[in-house]
């Protein structure tokens, strides 16, 4: 979503009939401490803006004004404190970083940028929502060239801040704030995981912890090969711990189930049991297609 700087105004889907609102769902669930909390940083965001060298900003729709009564603003700022267990000072200079880094970055604009579909198009998109109407997002790793997806690193983040900004396109910061993500494996063989991939997610992983906090509500990891654990213990690395918890790695037998949780059945792509066609992932060859589980046989254990 586009934000706004100094005296620029920005029009988006998320300012249109929300810009005054003064009840708020998410904002009504905050506990006492944390709208205290929430209060004192909103008190410091002239701070924060001259921090940023801006007079103004609008940040996802939504101005970064003390004397706001949006109270999607609130549900912003939170995001910031939880990234940073409530403390202030830390929420201040992580906001102001984050600004600073939107500006250089010029997410203004990324929206607008397009990328080749043949490359990118299957790597990630969005698809309906889960059961609480929150956006879900798929990534499929496999039959990927790594160079052509991952070998030019600035274009690679580029696209990826952008699939990011559009699944923020569809929230409101009213009833919906975060995100669904599915990360496919299948077909992918341990040579793949090269240095370009690692290199790539690296980063790509630190731009979304520093700028994009508290958007994730739970990811599953699905056909995950032999030497995932290898691959988590990597990404670990630069994940916080309130990350490692929304993690749903689900067992060979137990995709459907697990993702029938969150996902209702209708809009779960068929290609993982449920009953929502895809088009795009329908037309690729059987070979290439992710795993779709097979019934458990009766008298095995049920999967936890």
Same mark, same amino acid.
């Given at each position: 979503?586009?934000?706004?700087?100094? $005296?620029?105004?920005?029009?988006?889907?998320?300012?249109?009939?929300? $810009?005054?609102?003064?009840?708020?769902?998410?904002?009504?669930?905050?506990?006492?401490?944390?709208?205290?909390?929430?209060?004192?940083?909103?008190?410091?965001?002239? *701070?924060?803006?001259?921090?940023?060298?801006?007079?103004?900003?609008?940040? &996802?729709?939504?101005?970064?004004?003390?004397? $706001?009564?949006?109270?999607?603003?609130?549900?912003?700022?939170?995001?910031?404190?939880?990234?940073?267990?409530?403390?202030?000072?830390?929420?201040?200079?992580?906001?102001?970083?984050?600004?600073? &880094?939107?500006?250089?970055?010029?997410?203004?604009?990324?929206?607008?940028?397009?990328?080749?579909?043949?490359?990118? +198009?299957?790597?990630?998109?969005?698809?309906?929502?889960?059961?609480? %109407?929150?956006?879900?997002?798929?990534?499929?790793?496999?039959?990927?060239?790594?160079?052509?997806?991952?070998?030019?690193?600035?274009?690679?983040?580029?696209?990826?801040?952008?699939?990011?900004?559009?699944?923020?396109?569809?929230?409101?910061?009213?009833?919906?704030?975060?995100?669904?993500?599915?990360? *496919?494996?299948?077909?992918?063989?341990?040579? %793949?995981?090269?240095?370009?991939?690692?290199?790539?997610?690296? %980063?790509?992983?630190?731009?979304?912890?520093?700028?994009?906090?508290?958007?994730?509500?739970?990811?599953?990891?699905?056909?995950?090969?032999? &030497?995932?654990?290898?691959?988590?213990?990597?990404?670990?690395?630069?994940?916080?711990?309130?990350?490692?918890?929304?993690?749903?790695?689900?067992?060979?037998? +137990?995709?459907?189930?697990?993702?029938?949780?969150?996902?209702?059945?209708?809009?779960?792509?068929?290609?993982?049991?449920?009953?929502?066609?895809?088009?795009?992932?329908?037309?690729? $060859?059987? +070979?290439?297609?992710?795993?779709?589980?097979?019934?458990?046989?009766?008298?095995?254990?049920?999967?936890?």
């Amino acid at each position: 979503m586009a934000e706004a700087q100094t $005296s620029t105004t920005t029009t988006t889907t998320t300012t249109s009939t929300t $810009s005054t609102t003064t009840s708020n769902p998410l904002f009504d669930k905050f506990t006492e401490e944390e709208k205290k909390k929430v209060e004192e940083l909103k008190t410091h965001l002239p *701070d924060i803006l001259k921090g940023a060298d801006v007079q103004n900003y609008t940040l &996802w729709g939504v101005e970064l004004n003390k004397d $706001s009564n949006d109270r999607r603003l609130e549900v912003i700022l939170i995001k910031f404190l939880k990234a940073r267990n409530f403390e202030i000072d830390q929420a201040k200079e992580m906001l102001i970083k984050s600004i600073k &880094w939107r500006i250089e970055f010029k997410t203004g604009e990324i929206l607008s940028e397009t990328f080749p579909a043949s490359i990118f +198009g299957k790597v990630g998109f969005f698809h309906k929502h889960d059961k609480e %109407n929150r956006p879900v997002t798929y990534n499929l790793y496999g039959g990927l060239d790594n160079n052509q997806v991952f070998g030019e690193l600035e274009r690679f983040i580029r696209w990826r801040v952008q699939l990011m900004e559009k699944g923020i396109q569809l929230l409101d910061f009213v009833n919906v704030d975060q995100m669904i993500q599915v990360h *496919d494996y299948n077909l992918v063989a341990y040579a %793949n995981y090269d240095s370009t991939v690692k290199n790539a997610s690296k %980063n790509v992983t630190q731009v979304l912890q520093e700028n994009y906090p508290e958007f994730l509500a739970a990811k599953f990891f699905v056909n995950v090969p032999w &030497w995932g654990d290898l691959m988590f213990k990597f990404v670990s690395m630069f994940l916080s711990e309130q990350t490692k918890k929304k993690f749903i790695v689900t067992s060979a037998g +137990g995709v459907k189930d697990s993702m029938l949780n969150l996902i209702p059945e209708e809009n779960l792509p068929t290609i993982y049991g449920g009953k929502s066609v895809i088009p795009e992932l329908e037309e690729k $060859s059987e +070979g290439d297609k992710p795993k779709v589980d097979e019934p458990e046989p009766k008298n095995d254990k049920p999967t936890e």
